[in-house]
């Protein structure tokens, strides 16, 4: 969260690092390693140098910036952290848990201990993966303020992304694989995802491989949140069931959901659509933004608002993972990925005590199933055809050239139409009729 605050400074000069390091470990920096690169890279809070030990085993040593707590805490005051984010919308807004989460956070990168503890942590639950390196902590040189590890090599997104194309594609799905497996089996999400901690492996027997640094920012989420987030998914995929009913459960505040509960399905369609796509899903085509801001239009604010303060963590993770997702360009099945890990929980999901929502009620059957084109000529139906709703998002694709020309010659602005379905929250509606009284031709096209 904080390392685009620190990411500009210069590194501390050598001599500054060799006094930190004769001061955690009392004595000269030579009787702990043979060699040490001056060198530093930046990490988040600290910065990272390249080390030999006496017994060869090459190391990352990881320092913390002296009085970095102060100077991270007085840029986030001189950036406006403690004001209300607009006008005066701290009516209704827990705006004080959202500073208790930023600060937790921040405490959380400055307390070596307590990465030392998340990394031991994870390197242990990811062990099952066999594709996700987590480098070895050295406990006997870890200190309040000096961490050391067993030094991973990888390379950048940047030279990962010239891999061949079947290499990206596993890779892709190796990185979600990872995400999806540690929070749902786990409870457990790598918060801190910017691409100075992602290296990655092509290994000619194991395949692509995921090296992971900084365990500075680790989110544990209760079993009771996992759960729900997962049948939030699985609800959403299959078009069943109440989102709000999950909503609430995670912690959204139901007086900001209440106003915007109608379009609460269609949200989360969009928000989880690649879970259910049938099979490989092309985020270059999402446009989860454009068709949320369609959707929520100026009630935007209240969806944003309404999360809680506890997946801030969260959030910036998945955004991580859509971009080493994004920058692959490969494709793959969210579904397929998914379904074991489902699998493995389907019992608990299905169990879960419905949650109270004061009267709350938008199950996703509220929505269009379906998308239907109908095509009469001389009065007799010559076409019939129903695709799944969501391919109103692509209503100029599936039209033929003919048509797509009439449409534009009645002036039937087709751009506008899906933007009205959006707005509905893709309810049932017709969306244009097209008539040709050269042909006798008329063709419908509805949502039901």
């Known amino acids: ?45 600290g910065q990272v140098h390249q ?9 990352a040593i990881k320092v913390a910036y002296p009085g970095i707590r102060e100077a991270v805490m007085n840029d986030l005051k001189m950036l406006g952290w403690l004001s209300a984010p607009v006008g005066d919308l701290r009516k209704g807004f827990d705006l004080g848990s959202y500073r208790r989460e930023v600060v937790r956070d921040l405490n959380e990168e400055l307390d070596y201990p307590k990465e030392l503890a998340n ?4 390197r242990t639950l990811a062990a099952s993966l066999k594709t996700v390196i987590v480098p070895e902590p050295i406990e006997q040189w870890a200190r309040s303020n000096v961490l050391v590890s067993t030094w991973e090599d990888g390379e950048t997104i940047d030279e990962a992304t010239r891999w061949l194309p079947n290499d990206r594609e596993e890779l892709a799905r190796r990185i979600l694989r990872h995400f999806l497996t540690m929070l749902f089996d786990h409870g457990v999400v790598h918060g801190d ?103 929520l239009a100026d009630d935007r604010w209240n969806f944003r608002m309404a999360g809680p303060a506890k997946f801030i963590l969260l959030m910036r993770a998945f955004r991580g993972l859509l971009y080493y997702l994004e920058r692959l360009k490969a494709p793959i099945s969210w579904e397929r990925v998914l379904s074991p890990i489902l699998s493995r929980h ?25 998308l239907r084109i109908e095509v009469r000529r001389n009065g007799q139906r010559k ?12 209503l100029s694709g599936i039209m033929d050239e003919d048509v797509i020309a ?35 031709k008329t063709v419908r096209v509805w949502m039901d």
């Not at 608990?348 to 009620?361: E, N, Q, R, V, Y």
């Not at 076409?383 to 692509?394: F, I, K, N, Y």
């Not at 039937?412 to 042909?439: C, H, K, N, W």
């Open 1 to 45: 969260m904080f390392a685009g605050l620190t990411d500009g400074a210069e590194p501390l000069a050598f001599d500054i690092v060799t006094s930190i390091l004769e001061s955690a470990w009392g004595g000269r920096v030579d009787t702990v390693v043979s060699e040490i690169d001056p060198s530093g890279k930046a990490a988040s809070l």
């Open 51 to 59: 080390a030999k030990l006496h017994s060869g085993q090459r190391v």
């Open 119 to 122: 990394q031991v942590r994870y």
């Open 193 to 295: 995802p910017h691409p100075g901690n992602y290296r990655f492996r092509l290994d000619r027997d194991a395949g692509p491989q995921i090296v992971l640094y900084d365990y500075g920012s680790v989110l544990t989420l209760s079993d009771a949140d996992r759960l729900a987030l997962l049948r939030l998914i699985a609800d959403t995929a299959s078009q069943r069931g109440d989102p709000n009913l999950w909503l609430t459960a995670l912690g959204f505040d139901a007086r900001l959901l209440d106003p915007i509960r109608a379009k609460l399905p269609a949200v989360c369609s969009v928000l989880f659509e690649p879970f259910a796509h049938p099979s490989k899903f092309d985020i270059s085509d999402w446009k989860r933004t454009e068709r949320l801001d369609d959707i």
């Open 346 to 370: 389907r019992v608990a999901i299905d169990g879960l005590a419905t949650p109270a929502t004061a009267g709350l009620s938008a199950p996703f059957s509220t929505m269009a199933k379906y």
């Open 383 to 394: 076409v019939w055809l129903t695709m799944p709703g969501a391919c109103v998002e692509d």
């Open 406 to 440: 009439k449409v534009a010659e009645q002036g039937i602005d087709l751009d506008a139409i899906v933007r009205d379905a959006r707005r509905s929250g893709y309810a049932p509606m017709e969306l244009f009729t097209l008539d040709d009284p050269e042909q006798d």
